[in-house]
């Protein structure tokens, strides 16, 4: 497990926190240049798949320390392995401007939300059923209907990629984020 510079080990939640897999490169810079086409404020977040805070696990519930929070995630990321995954099509969540990646059928990722979900940190509930996903843009409202229609017939990323590290991240605001812990799946190495 990897602490990030900034000590956060006894700290306590009390902000948005999220956990993610983490996009390798050059995924991760493919997906990054379609957010600065079309959401410029969220190329500036890692390039990620949500596995909580968004929708199936809400965001990681406040109160609880950093180290706790390791601790459960490090023994999760035990039972996992790195497995691939592909994207299929660009989408929208329904009734607002979110427009994401879907993943094509990935058991391993459906049990790698589950597994998280259920490592013992204490999350706060969500309305939504669990959709994995790459968020694009987020909440931009496009200037004209060509801009939407781009986004929504851009050639979609097609390349298999691996998916091997976890990540949590705390959102102070909107669009900047802050890395709490990362660790590798099963026995992947840290590169």
Same mark, same amino acid.
């Given at each position: 497990?990897?602490?990030s510079?900034?000590?956060?080990?006894?700290?306590?939640? #009390?902000?948005?926190?999220?956990?993610?897999?983490?996009?390798?490169?050059?995924?991760? $810079?493919k997906i990054?240049d379609?957010?600065?086409?079309?959401?410029?404020?969220?190329?500036?977040l890692?390039? $990620?798949?949500?596995?909580?805070?968004?929708?199936? /696990?809400?965001l990681? =519930?406040?109160?609880?320390?950093?180290?706790?929070? =390791?601790?459960?995630l490090?023994?999760?990321?035990?039972?996992?392995?790195?497995?691939?995954?592909?994207?299929?099509?660009?989408?929208?969540?329904?009734?607002?401007?979110?427009?994401?990646?879907t993943?094509?059928? =990935?058991?391993?990722?459906?049990?790698?939300?589950?597994?998280?979900s259920?490592?013992?940190?204490?999350?706060?509930?969500?309305p939504?059923?669990y959709?994995?996903?790459? /968020?694009?843009?987020?909440?931009?409202?496009?200037?004209? $209907?060509?801009?939407?229609? #781009?986004m929504?017939?851009?050639?979609?990323?097609? $390349?298999?990629?691996?998916l #091997?590290?976890l990540?949590?991240?705390?959102l102070?605001?909107?669009? /900047?984020?802050e890395?709490i812990c990362?660790?590798?799946?099963?026995?992947?190495?840290?590169?």
């Amino acid at each position: 497990m990897e602490i990030s510079a900034g000590n956060w080990n006894n700290a306590v939640v #009390d902000c948005p926190v999220y956990i993610v897999l983490d996009i390798p490169s050059p995924m991760a $810079e493919k997906i990054q240049d379609i957010r600065q086409k079309f959401d410029p404020e969220r190329a500036k977040l890692p390039a $990620e798949i949500t596995l909580t805070g968004s929708c199936g /696990t809400g965001l990681i =519930s406040h109160g609880q320390t950093v180290r706790e929070i =390791s601790e459960c995630l490090e023994n999760a990321a035990k039972k996992l392995s790195p497995f691939n995954v592909c994207f299929d099509k660009i989408d929208r969540f329904p009734n607002t401007d979110i427009y994401f990646l879907t993943l094509k059928d =990935s058991p391993e990722l459906l049990e790698t939300q589950k597994i998280v979900s259920g490592c013992g940190i204490k999350f706060d509930p969500t309305p939504y059923p669990y959709c994995p996903h790459c /968020t694009l843009s987020l909440r931009k409202v496009f200037q004209d $209907e060509q801009q939407l229609f #781009d986004m929504l017939f851009l050639p979609v990323p097609q $390349e298999t990629f691996t998916l #091997d590290m976890l990540s949590v991240y705390a959102l102070y605001e909107k669009n /900047t984020c802050e890395l709490i812990c990362k660790m590798p799946l099963g026995n992947a190495q840290v590169i």
